[in-house]
């Protein structure tokens, strides 16, 4: 299957400070990539679309000035959240969907382990 | 509002044994079913189904779609402790328009045990 990489890969920040997760495709196009959330022994919850070149669709109650979403490239998606704070602790996951192909297939990065101290 | 069951919410089970977990779904213009295995990081793509009745199949994976009754099913033949990991379920649909998404069920844990 289609590789998708994320980075970093676990990341402790102190209340207060921004943190910026990347997520990239590595042998194909994406034209969408998607950012979810996942709290201990729930679901995933999608927190924003984004395609490339255009603005992210944010879901209802995901607050689009604290979780940044630049999609600048075919191959690269980046996922800032500002100002964090604790309860922004969680796994935070993204996938990819490519052009092409099986378009509907989602590929999913291994995700960032989050943690605000 | 779109929503995805998953039953059982959790499994235990003996190595050798078969398992079937169950998905249905409410989707807005439904577009493809989309089974997945998460362990401990993030999910790993199992198998795709757009359309009833036809049988995906990979080693001791098989999987299949009624669109009918809004339903799917993943079974695990001669089960591994390898296979134990929560297993997801999501539906792809547009829905407000040309958004595509998955919502995802909560997952069924399934536990093999030697």
């Known amino acids: 299957g289609a590789v998708v990489s994320q980075h970093p890969s676990r990341v402790i920040c102190k209340s207060g400070t921004s943190v910026k997760i990347e997520c990239r495709s590595l042998d194909f196009q994406a034209t969408t990539m998607f950012w979810y959330r996942q709290f201990p022994k729930q679901s995933l919850m999608l927190m924003a679309t984004?395609?490339?070149?255009?603005?992210?669709?944010?879901e209802q109650g995901v607050e689009k000035d604290k979780f940044l979403i630049n999609h600048a490239s075919l191959t690269l998606s980046t996922l800032t959240v500002t100002s964090a704070h604790p309860e922004d602790s969680s796994f935070y996951i993204c996938?990819?969907?490519?052009?092409?192909?099986?378009?509907?297939?989602?590929?999913f990065g291994p995700g960032t382990r989050l943690t605000v101290l | 509002e779109d929503k995805v069951v998953q039953s059982p919410l959790s499994l235990v089970v003996h190595e050798g044994d078969t398992v079937t977990l169950n998905c249905s779904y409410e989707?807005?213009?439904?577009?493809?079913l989309l089974w997945y295995k998460q362990e401990k990081k993030a999910p790993t793509f199992l198998f795709m189904l757009t359309s009833s009745g036809i049988e995906k199949k990979s080693g001791r994976l098989s999987s299949i779609l009624d669109k009918k009754e809004l339903f799917s099913i993943l079974n695990i033949t001669a089960t591994q402790t390898g296979d134990s990991a929560v297993y997801l379920c999501?539906?792809?649909?547009?829905?407000?328009?040309?958004?595509?998404?998955?919502?995802f069920g909560k997952g069924t844990l399934l536990t093999v045990n030697p």
């Open positions: 989707v807005t213009n439904f577009r493809s």
């Open positions: 996938s990819a969907r490519g052009r092409g192909g099986s378009t509907d297939t989602q590929y």
């Open positions: 984004s395609n490339e070149g255009s603005k992210a669709t944010y």
């Open positions: 999501a539906v792809g649909g547009y829905s407000g328009g040309s958004n595509y998404k998955l919502t």
